[in-house]
């Protein structure tokens, strides 16, 4: 079964910092491109992040350039976001998804993970 | 950067036919994907590249996209239906996925 699971979700003051993980299963991870997708209930969806299959293609939503940064273990099957400097704006709960492709050619999105909660506050 | 406008809810009785529109400058010119968010459940592809149908989605889906509109179709809506939709472009310019703010579907 592919499976796509999120952690390191948690409450955290502004201005500090999370790295979120995703651990991917059920499929060759090598083999394709990955998201961070965010959601919060009043701005629905919000692409964050992308990297292609060899990390040589890297993208930001312009709101987190400079802040976050996404990396990929293939070894360990494993995506990552780093985010930094973070704003209560950023609070949102943050899906992992897979591509259905290697590169970021605009492919849709087949499969989400069911996402981990950052909460941003004082 | 791209802007996708969807209306905020559309509301069909059981049984009718459901049109979901999705706005942006000539998105006829890009493909458009289209996701099916359930309460309490991760986003679920319905529709890709304007029309195309993933399998194990009812034939019920459809979609279609023409200048400055694309627009998901759902035809014999059922309870089951109730959900929010996205819809999804690749904006090649910016180098960014966009998504519409989406549509809560709500079936009387």
């Known amino acids: 079964e592919v499976q796509l699971v999120e952690s390191g979700g948690g409450l955290v003051q502004p201005g500090r910092s999370l790295r979120l993980s995703c651990a991917a299963s059920?499929?060759?991870?090598?083999?394709?491109?990955m998201h961070w997708v965010r959601q919060t209930p009043g701005k629905g969806l919000e692409w964050v992040s992308s990297?292609?299959?060899?990390?040589?293609?890297?993208g930001y939503v312009d709101s987190v350039k400079g802040r976050f940064t996404i990396s990929r273990d293939n070894a360990k099957n494993s995506l990552y976001l780093q985010m930094n400097s973070l704003r209560p704006e950023d609070m949102a709960i943050y899906h992992c998804?897979?591509?259905?492709?290697?590169?970021?050619?605009?492919?849709?999105?087949?499969?989400w993970g069911e996402g981990t909660t950052v909460t941003v506050s004082s | 950067s791209y802007v996708l406008t969807q209306p905020p809810s559309v509301s069909v009785a059981p049984g009718k036919t459901a049109s979901i529109t999705c706005g942006g400058n000539n998105i006829g010119s890009v493909s458009v994907h289209w996701y099916q968010q359930k309460p309490g459940q991760a986003p679920v592809l319905v529709i890709s590249?304007?029309?195309d149908r993933p399998s194990g989605i009812p034939e019920r889906f459809s979609g279609s996209n023409s200048g400055s509109t694309a627009t998901l179709t759902i035809s014999r809506v059922e309870a089951g239906d109730e959900a929010d939709y996205f819809c999804?472009?690749?904006?090649?310019?910016?180098?960014?996925?966009?998504f519409g703010g989406g549509t809560k579907l709500t079936v009387l």
């Open positions: 990297i292609s299959w060899n990390s040589d293609h890297i």
């Open positions: 999804q472009v690749w904006d090649s310019r910016s180098d960014q996925w966009v």
């Open positions: 998804v897979k591509d259905i492709g290697a590169a970021m050619t605009g492919g849709y999105m087949d499969v």
């Open positions: 059920g499929f060759t991870f090598d083999d394709y491109a």
């Open positions: 590249y304007d029309s």
